[in-house]
């Protein structure tokens, strides 16, 4: 199986700041790389696809980037409403695995 | 873009089994696969399996095979995903979702099902 990390697994922001939350896998997945958000309570929600593209009716501010093993979501002038959990998903091979999470919060 | 509705929670014994559905709207049914998720209180995602229903195939996580049925009923626009022998570990929010049309990216979630399982 494809083992997916994420760092850091917490992070403090402010409104407005620009962060940047890390995703690694195990073992190339070409560009197989997706980022969800989600919100206690509520489903995930698709932000990004394939490294980089973004899904239909996410802000711009949400960007994605990487290829092989080594990834990146970064958020720019982050939003009240973007303070939530992150999680980066591997759609290269079965089982479809999922990074540990990041979670967002208000400094 | 597809609307998934799921079943309502469910409190189950250790032992035995649980189905939740997840109906859809929108689309053609049968168009799309169909993953399943679980989250276990305060925990991360994981895959639990997936029905392609053009080509009539199913796929399960290995640690799932022998206990876990998903199924589609393309009349209704419905599909099921069946968990047997079920334990305290499996306690977890349960959720379907689609895929789109960039492969395995799931752009329509249920709101998930919280199946509990105790004594």
């Known amino acids: 199986d494809i083992q997916m990390t994420q760092s850091p697994s917490s992070l403090s922001a402010s409104v407005g700041d620009t962060v940047t939350i890390t995703c690694r896998a195990s073992q190339t997945i070409i560009s197989y790389l997706n980022w969800y958000q989600q919100k206690p309570g509520k489903a995930p929600k698709l932000l990004i696809y394939?490294?980089?593209s973004l899904q239909s009716g996410v802000p711009s501010r949400f960007s994605g980037s990487g290829s092989g093993t080594d990834f990146t979501l970064t958020i720019s002038s982050l939003q009240p409403e973007d303070f939530a959990t992150y999680y980066c998903?591997?759609?290269?091979?079965?089982?479809?695995?999922f990074g540990p999470g990041t979670k967002l919060d208000i400094k | 873009q597809v609307q998934l509705v799921q079943s309502g929670a469910e409190v189950k014994k250790p032992g035995s089994s649980v189905k939740v559905s997840c109906k859809a709207s929108g689309g053609t049914f049968g168009s799309y696969s169909i993953s399943w998720m679980r989250q276990a209180p305060g925990q991360g995602l994981e895959w639990i399996g997936r029905?392609?229903?053009?080509?009539?195939?199913?796929n399960y996580a290995q640690k799932f095979r022998g206990r876990l049925t998903i199924t589609a009923d393309k009349s209704t626009g419905t599909a099921y995903m069946e968990l047997r022998s079920l334990r305290s570990e499996d306690t977890a929010v349960f959720y379907c979702?689609?895929?789109?049309?960039?492969?395995?990216?799931?752009?329509?979630w249920g709101q998930g099902t919280l199946v509990t399982v105790s004594s």
């Open positions: 394939a490294a980089s």
């Open positions: 979702a689609t895929e789109g049309d960039d492969g395995v990216v799931w752009d329509s």
């Open positions: 998903q591997q759609s290269h091979s079965m089982p479809f695995t």
């Open positions: 029905f392609i229903p053009f080509l009539d195939i199913t």
